[in-house]
T-cell receptor, first 118, second 116 residues
Framework: AQKITQTQPGMFVQEKEAVTLDCTYDTSDPSYGLFWYKQPSSGEMIFLIYQGSYDQQNATEGRYSLNFQKARKSANLVISASQLGDSAMYFCAMRADILTGGGNKLTFGTGTQLKVEL | ETGVTQSPTHLIKTRGQQVTLRCSSQSGHNTVSWYQQALGQGPQFIFQYYREEENGRGNFPPRFSGLQFPNYSSELNVNALELDDSALYLC???????????????FGAGTRLSVL
C-alpha cells in the first residue's frame, strides 16, 4: 500500500519569495512516481511536476522544482518567486510500479493550502 | 486547459436516486480514471478504464460503476445514492503505453454532487 503525508495544512508566503511544501511518502514498491498537483478554488487539478524514483536528477518545471530525497522518502515542492496566482491547494501524489506499466492509480495526500500575500 | 471536460458541473440528487457523470478525454488519450474528493480531503481513486475495460479499482462498492466508449469518453454511474456520496468527482485522462513510463494524468474541473 502507498501512503502520502502532507503535514502542513496551511502555508503563507509573501509575493516574490520562495516557499517549500512538504511531502513524505511510504511504499514497498521498488519503482514509483511522485507528482504535485495544484487545485484552485475552481476545482480542477492542475499537473505541476513529476519525479520518477529512478531519476538521477531532481525535476524542475519553470518556477517549480521537486526536492527528491529517496532515502528520507520525501518529495518536497519548491515554488520560487511566488505570485498571487499561486494561491491554491497543493496535493502531493504517488503512483507505484511505473516501470512495468501496471496500474494508473494515484494516491493523494490531504493537501496544503497556500496563500500568497502582498 | 487540459482538454478534459466533465458534465454536468453541479448536480443535486436525493438519497436512493441514481446518477450518471460524464467525461470527455483529452485527444489521443486511451485511459480514464475517476476519483472522489470529499470536502477537505485529497482525491480517492474509484477505478480506471483502459481500452473500454475496467482495469483497476479502489475501495468503492459495486454500486459505483463505469463505462468507457470507443472514443475514450467515459461515464461514472452511482446507484442507490447515499448522503456520504456528496463530493467532487474528478475524471482524469492519460496515455498509457504498453511498457511503463511516467504517464501524466490530466484532470477535468469535476462534477460537484450533492446528495440530500
Amino acid at each position: 500500500a502507498q501512503k502520502i503525508t502532507q503535514t502542513q495544512p496551511g502555508m503563507f508566503v509573501q509575493e516574490k519569495e520562495a516557499v517549500t511544501l512538504d511531502c513524505t511518502y511510504d511504499t514497498s514498491d521498488p519503482s514509483y512516481g511522485l507528482f504535485w498537483y495544484k487545485q484552485p478554488s475552481s476545482g480542477e487539478m492542475i499537473f505541476l511536476i513529476y519525479q520518477g524514483s529512478y531519476d538521477q536528477q531532481n525535476a524542475t518545471e519553470g518556477r517549480y522544482s521537486l526536492n527528491f530525497q529517496k532515502a528520507r522518502k520525501s518529495a518536497n515542492l519548491v515554488i520560487s518567486a511566488s505570485q498571487l496566482g499561486d494561491s491554491a491547494m497543493y496535493f502531493c501524489a504517488m503512483r507505484a510500479d511505473i516501470l512495468t506499466g501496471g496500474g494508473n492509480k494515484l494516491t493523494f495526500g490531504t493537501g496544503t493550502q497556500l496563500k500568497v500575500e502582498l | 486547459e487540459t482538454g478534459v471536460t466533465q458534465s454536468p458541473t453541479h448536480l443535486i440528487k436525493t438519497r436512493g436516486q441514481q446518477v450518471t457523470l460524464r467525461c470527455s478525454s483529452q485527444s489521443g488519450h486511451n485511459t480514464v480514471s475517476w476519483y472522489q474528493q470529499a470536502l477537505g480531503q485529497g482525491p480517492q481513486f474509484i477505478f480506471q478504464y483502459y481500452r473500454e475495460e475496467e482495469n483497476g479499482r479502489g475501495n468503492f462498492p459495486p454500486r459505483f460503476s463505469g463505462l468507457q466508449f470507443p472514443n475514450y469518453s467515459s461515464e461514472l454511474n452511482v446507484n442507490a445514492l447515499e448522503l456520504d456520496d456528496s463530493a467532487l468527482y474528478l475524471c482524469a485522462s492519460s496515455l498509457v503505453k504498453a511498457l511503463g513510463g511516467g504517464n501524466i494524468q490530466y484532470f477535468g474541473a469535476g462534477t460537484r454532487l450533492s446528495v440530500l
